[in-house]
């Protein structure tokens, strides 16, 4: 056995390729130990168990494997939810999109609400949770992600609210009063870190130009009659989906920014 702080400084040697080698070494730790932070800071002369187990999650993480894919949880909206390898990890700005959805829902007072690619189900979870007048249906291509949006569902109890189904955009649905949605939207063209190409990339790419999917579910509102919705983008995406409102007669829209300042995404309030 190993001491806490000897594994601490193994771990950081060798994950002298990440942006902080001690802070994700301490977090796989942690996590390994089944301890918080303040007990590791405190009790680093603690021996560990299977110190074979640890270096070898370490290892994972060296080889460019998220770090979200090792210990199984990701933090979104101050709750922790379950991430497996082959759904795409929650990022912070998508909490945005969450705070824009419950604007428009209180709006609108909408009562029903469909997500198009739900991934790990968070943020239809996170509106069952701040909006418990709401239901909501969730679609994703991705089996994977949806039965792992079904166990996150169960897990905060609202599965009875939050419905997730294996689809295709919204084949199958009837008509929501809002959409939501977090969809693919890079570039194919566009060069990604190794460990974001570790995730499933058709919840990353949404084709050459990446827009292709965001104009799609913007033709699927109007196919509906000009529905509310409510979508992230990417940063350098504006000008074009801007471009394409126009075209297609589409004049009560926003954008809306980041916590950096950047673009990140677009709302819809229907037809005027």
């Known amino acids: 056995m190993l001491s806490a702080k000897e594994l601490l400084d193994i771990g950081a040697k060798m994950l002298q390729n990440v942006a902080n080698p001690r802070r994700e070494a301490f977090i796989l730790l942690r996590e390994w130990m089944r301890k918080d932070d303040s007990f590791l800071v405190a009790h680093d002369e603690t ?41 795409l990890v929650p990022r912070p700005e998508t909490e945005i999109l969450v ?54 569902a169960k897990k905060f109890g609202v599965q009875d609210r939050a419905e997730f189904y294996f689809s295709n955009y919204l084949d199958g649905f009837d008509k929501p009063d809002i959409i939501v949605s977090n969809p693919p939207y890079v570039s194919t ?37 000009g529905v509310p919705l409510v979508c992230e983008m990417g940063y350098d995406q504006k000008n074009c989906m801007e471009l394409f409102f126009q075209e297609n007669g589409i004049k009560n829209y926003s954008f809306y920014q980041d916590l950096s300042g950047l673009d990140r995404g677009f709302i819809i309030k229907g037809q005027e």
Request: proline share 2%; aromatic share 6%.
């Open 99 to 152: 705070d824009k959805t419950v604007e428009l829902v209180r709006e609108f007072n909408a009562k029903n609400v469909a997500e198009i690619g739900v991934g790990s189900g968070v943020v239809s979870i996170i509106l069952a949770l701040l909006l418990p007048n709401i239901r909501i249906k969730g679609s994703d291509i991705n089996e994977k992600a949806v039965a792992l949006s079904r166990r996150n």
């Open 189 to 225: 063209k566009e060069n990604l870190e190794k460990h974001v190409l570790n995730e499933p990339h058709s919840a990353l790419f949404g084709g050459t130009c990446g827009d292709e999917i965001l104009k799609s579910i913007v033709l699927l509102s109007l196919k509906f009659g």
């Open 47 to 87: 021996q560990v168990q299977d110190v074979d187990g640890f270096l070898e999650w370490i290892k994972r993480r060296a080889e460019h494997t998220p770090l979200e894919y090792i210990t199984k949880k990701v933090s979104f909206y101050s709750r922790e939810f379950e991430i497996e390898e082959g759904v």
